[in-house]
């Protein structure tokens, strides 16, 4: 088993900032991608970032490159996503996710967190 807890979500105004953490823990061997996904109020989860343990490249959504970074520190187990430039349509809650590989569908991702909240203000 992998557990998985995001941390970093909050109330920002349009043009702000915010950094959430997902620290991991338990049998990360297993897991060689990691992802943020978001999920607001009446839609479905939509993919975010992804990004391969020990470097490779990130991928992104469209709605968010330029503005979000995901970055991972091997030794602590913990993936970060540095969003800036914030929207209001990117309020949703933000979930962490992995799987044995980097991939864009929710579907690749076996373990998740409990989702941290992301609202931004107009």
């Known amino acids: 088993q992998v557990q998985l807890v995001e941390s970093g979500g909050g109330l920002v105004q349009a043009g702000g900032s915010l950094r959430l953490s997902c620290a991991a823990s338990?049998?990360?061997?297993?897991?060689?991608?990691m992802g943020w996904f978001r999920q607001a109020p009446g839609k479905e989860r939509e993919f975010v970032a992804a990004?391969?343990?020990?470097?490779?490249?990130?991928n992104y959504a469209d709605s968010v490159k330029g503005r979000f970074t995901i970055s991972e520190d091997n030794a602590k187990n913990t993936v970060f996503l540095q969003m800036n430039s914030l929207k209001p349509e990117d309020t949703a809650v933000y979930y962490c996710?992995?799987?044995?590989?980097?991939?864009?569908?929710?579907?690749?991702?076996?373990?998740w967190g409990q989702g941290t909240q992301v609202t931004v203000s107009s």
């Open positions: 338990g049998r990360t061997f297993w897991t060689r991608g």
């Open positions: 990004i391969r343990w020990s470097g490779g490249n990130a």
């Open positions: 996710a992995a799987g044995s590989s980097v991939s864009d569908s929710p579907g690749a991702y076996n373990y």
